[in-house]
T-cell receptor, first 116, second 116 residues
């Protein structure tokens, strides 16, 4: 009964490869996010989708492309991986206009990506 | 743009003692949320406590409480009766209520060590 799940948890790959990270939430939330945590543990937003519509698209290279097939899923595809893409990527979800929960974002377990 | 600052990169506390983690933020908005998240070595992001800016009463969750000073833009976390399981990285985060799908803006984090 995991609330926000991500696959895979670990991803080791070579420079130049293309990879995807999948995220699913079973909380019935309407908004999903991708965050990147760098080697210094700093967390920064990458993308946000509300009801499958892109809301936030931070200054992220075009090599990163989010895809939301439905409200419960938000996948992250990365083309031509570079060494600097090595980080932990977190998916999160929230329910908008929910004063009870304070629109709290719930996080997945993270995907540690290592580019060699 | 909003910013969140945690001025204590590291803190330590003796088991059963009390510790306070500091957080300040900068915003021109009046309606927002503030959060404390905990990230243990498992790297899972766990919500600790949430505060809504329009509520004057400080939030509490069991051994965790906050001191929310809206005018001073300060949001500190107090952990009472510290336990070994409290050892983790703690992140302060800000979220606007102004727009849908608002991002969390995180501080740099405070690494808390609990000594037996």
């Amino acid at each position: 009964d995991t609330a926000v799940s991500q696959t895979p948890k670990y991803l080791v790959t070579q420079m130049g490869n293309d990879k995807s990270i999948k995220c699913e939430q079973n909380l019935g939330h309407d908004t999903m996010y991708w965050y990147k945590q760098d080697s210094k543990k700093f967390l920064k937003i990458m993308f946000s989708y509300n009801n499958k519509e892109l809301i936030i698209n931070e200054t992220v290279p075009n090599r990163f492309s989010p895809k939301s097939p439905d409200k419960a899923h938000l996948n992250l595809h990365i083309n031509s991986l570079e060494l600097g893409d090595s980080a932990v990527y977190f998916c999160a979800s929230s329910q908008e206009l929910n004063r009870v929960e304070g629109e709290t974002q719930y996080f997945g377990p993270g995907t540690r990506l290592l580019v060699l | 743009a909003q910013t969140v600052t945690q001025s204590q990169p590291e803190m330590s506390v003796q088991e059963a003692e009390t510790v306070t983690l500091s957080c300040t933020y900068d915003t021109s908005e009046s309606d927002y949320y503030l959060f404390w998240y905990k990230q243990p070595p498992s790297r899972q992001m766990i919500l600790v406590i949430r505060q809504e800016a329009y509520k004057q009463q400080n939030a509490t969750e069991n051994r965790f409480s906050v001191n929310f000073q809206k005018a001073a833009k300060s949001f500190s976390l107090k952990i009472s009766d510290s336990q070994l399981g409290d050892a983790a990285m703690y992140f302060c985060a800000y979220r606007s209520r102004r727009t849908s799908g608002s991002r969390l803006t995180f501080g740099e984090g405070t690494q808390l060590t609990v000594n037996p």
